[in-house]
Nanobody
């Protein structure tokens, strides 16, 4: 059973920064692509960022490109999301997810593709 635990969310003023972390249990982490998604009330789950298994290839949603950075540490079974220049539109619950066994450089942006999900961490940006 794979478990993902996110942390690092909170309340921040517009223009501020947060760093989200996600730790995965199980052996699949280093063989899988990872993604960060977010979901605001009344909206669909949105792709934020993804990273391939080696960490050498990354992909970002258009709304966060240039502000957010995804990274991973396979030795720690962890993936991170550095969020800078936050604005109120970034307010949402943020989830990390595992695309099990995904190889190569392709990063899927479709939530249904992902096999395991964390419980989410709330990010609130005040104006």
């Amino acid at each position: 059973q794979v478990q993902l635990v996110e942390s690092g969310g909170g309340l921040v003023q517009a223009g501020g920064s947060l760093r989200l972390s996600c730790v995965a249990s199980g052996r699949i982490f280093s063989n899988s692509a990872m993604g960060w998604f977010r979901q605001a009330p009344g909206k669909e789950r949105e792709f934020v960022a993804g990273i391939n298994r080696s960490g050498g290839f990354k992909s970002y949603g258009d709304s966060v490109k240039g502000r957010f950075t995804i990274s991973r540490d396979n030795a720690k079974n962890s993936v991170y999301l550095q969020m800078n220049s936050l604005n109120p539109e970034d307010t949402a619950v943020y989830y990390c997810a595992v695309d099990e066994g995904r190889s190569g450089t392709y990063i899927d942006r479709t939530p249904d593709t992902y096999d395991y999900w964390g419980q989410g961490t709330q990010v609130t940006v005040s104006s």
